[in-house]
């Protein structure tokens, strides 16, 4: 089979569209920083939520509209994403991605990895 040049642009063309797609989808949430920690802390007036990062800090997040709150569900890979800022209990373990510094920290998407709060049968 004899390739033309046009055959071979669309052929580069197409692989080229794909490669750069794909990195696009792999990369899209590896800008936001991330910490792991314990919730220590819940202010559901003022919709914020302080977590003791695995370092020993306190870091303070505000909870918005638009931020995801997700629980791990029954299954081994679901999250129910219905859960609230209400629904968060003292003593969670959680990952949360964000963006903002200082104490303008907003949540992007935390998931409560481990429910070890002291009453973890009412969430």
């Known amino acids: 089979m004899k390739l033309t040049p046009k055959l071979i642009v ?15 989808y792999a990369g899209k949430d590896d800008h936001w920083p991330k910490v ?3 919730i220590v802390g819940i202010d559901v007036p003022h919709s914020s939520v302080t977590i003791k990062n695995v370092s ?4 303070t997040f505000q909870i918005i509209s638009e931020s995801e709150i997700e629980k791990k569900g029954h299954g081994l ?18 990952s949360v991605k964000y963006y ?4 303008d920290k907003v949540v992007r998407d935390m ?6 709060s002291k009453d973890s049968s009412t969430h």
């Open 10 to 24: 669309f052929i580069l063309t197409f692989c080229l569209s794909i490669s750069s797609v794909m990195t696009a």
């Open 36 to 38: 792991k920690g314990k």
């Open 56 to 59: 020993g800090h306190n870091m």
């Open 77 to 94: 890979l679901e999250w129910d994403s219905e859960i609230t800022l209400s629904d968060l209990a003292v003593g969670q373990f959680v």
């Open 100 to 103: 903002g510094a200082g104490e």
């Open 111 to 116: 998931k409560v990895v481990l429910d070890s």
